[in-house]
C-alpha cells in the first residue's frame, strides 16, 4: 500500500534572518506578562506573524512542489500564541527592574511615538519608518532619540539581540511540532480504516461500523493530495468488500451441495445458477477493484511534487501493482478451479439423479465407482477451499504487518 509511503516534507519557516551567537540568560528575569505587554506594544508579535506568511507566500512562489495552504499553515500561529511563544524566552534576557521601567515609559508621548515608528519599520521598511521620523517636529524628534538611547529602551534591545537564536529554536521546534501532529492526525485517520479492513475480513466488528467521511488536513499540499486519495481509496476499498459480502451471502452458495440439494432437480438447478452468478460476481468485483486502483495510481502521479517523490511514487506504484496482480493471479486460479468442481459435483449428481438418496443427511450413492469420484471431488473442493483461506491469511497478516510498520512512521 502507498499509504506506507506517506512521509511529510516539513516546512519551517525561517522566520527572520536570525544570526550570532546565544546570549547568557540573566539572574533576574522579568516577569512574563509584562514581556507579553512589551512584545504587543510593540508589535513583535505581529511582525513575527507577518514574516511567516511572507516566507510562506515566499516559499509557495518559489517551490510549488511543496506548497503549503496558508489558511491552513497559518491556523496556530495567531499574535497571541506567537506573544507567548516570544515572550517565554525574551523575558529570560531581560531584568525584571528595566521590563517595569519601560513599560512605566511607553505610555508618554516619546514611548508612543517610539513604538509607532517600530511598527512601522517592521511591517514596511526602514526607508517608511525614516520618513516618518522627518516628519516630527524638532523637539518630538528629540525625545525619540532620547528614549531610544535610554539604557531601558537598550535594554530591551539587548535582550532581543541576545535571545535571537534561542528564538529562532523555539519558533523552529513550535512549527515543527504543530506541523508533526497535524501529520500524526491525518495518519492516524488513514491507520483507522486499514485496521476497519482487516477486522471486517477476519469478522472482528460488526459490518455496519461507521466509517470517517474526512480526513485532517496538514495544510501541505502535496501530503494533503496523497493522504486524502489513499484515505478515499481505503475507504471505497470497504465500502466494495461490504457490497460484495452482501452480494455472495444472498447467493447462499454454502448451500450449493447440501445432501438435500443434490438429490432435488431444483436444487441442482438452482445451485448451477448461483455458481454462475458467482463467477459473474467475482469478475466485476475484480474489475471494480482495478478500476479503483487504477483511478488511484493516476491521480497520486498526477500530484505536483519533486522529481525525486514522483520517482519514488511511480516505483511504488509498480511494485504495489505486482504484487496485487500476482496475489489476484494466484487467487483466481484457485477460485476457479474451486467454482469449477462445484459444478462438477452438481454435474455427477445430476447424472446420477434417482439413484443417488439421502440417509440421515448423507449421500448414498448404488455403485463405488460415483462413490470414488464424488469423494475425489469434495477433497478437491476442500483442498482448493485451504488454498484460498491459506491466501486469505497471508494477505491479512502482511496488511498487518504493513500497519503496524505504517503506525511506527
Known sequence: MLVCRLLLVLFLSSLASFSGAAGIPIKNPAALEDVQQIVS?????????????????????????????PVIYMQPFTVEAINQHISVVLAKYISSDYAQKLLKELPKPAGKI??????????????????????LSPADRKAVN???????????????????EERQEELGNWSGNEMRARVQQSRKAIAELM???????????DENVKLSERIPLTGQRSFDQEARLTFEYLRANIKQNLRFSEELKA???????????????????NSNLAILAAEAMFDNNSKRYDSLRASYTDAIEKIVMSPQQRQDVIANNKKNMEDILE??????EHLRAF????????????????????????????????????????RQINAERQALLDMEKQDLDERSRSLATFRKK
Not at 485496521?195 to 466488528?205: N, R, T, V
Not at 447467493?251 to 438447478?269: F, H, V
Not at 496475489?327 to 483466481?332: F, S, W
Request: charged share 30%.
Open 251 to 269: 447467493l447462499d452458495l454454502a448451500n450449493a451441495l447440501k445432501p438435500a440439494t443434490l438429490t432435488s432437480r431444483q436444487g441442482i438447478e
Open 41 to 69: 506594544t510593540f508589535g513583535i508579535d505581529q511582525g513575527v506573524q507577518n514574516a511567516i506568511r511572507r516566507d510562506l507566500e515566499n516559499n509557495n512562489r518559489t517551490k510549488p512542489e511543496l506548497y503549503f495552504d
Open 146 to 164: 532620547d528614549f531610544r538611547s535610554s539604557p531601558t529602551f537598550l535594554s530591551m534591545l539587548n535582550a532581543l539581540n541576545n535571545s535571537r
Open 339 to 378: 467454482l469449477e468442481l462445484k459444478k462438477q459435483v452438481l454435474a455427477l449428481c445430476e447424472s446420477r439423479f434417482g439413484k443417488i438418496k439421502v440417509e440421515s443427511d448423507t449421500l448414498v450413492f448404488d455403485n463405488e465407482q460415483d462413490v470414488n469420484q464424488y469423494n475425489s471431488l469434495v
Open 327 to 332: 496475489l489476484r493471479i494466484r487467487r483466481n
Open 195 to 205: 485496521e476497519i479492513s482487516i477486522k471486517l475480513e477476519k469478522e472482528e466488528i
Open 114 to 135: 517610539s513604538t509607532r515608528l517600530w511598527r512601522t519599520e517592521m511591517n514596511q521598511s526602514l526607508d517608511a519608518a525614516r520618513g516618518e521620523f522627518n516628519k
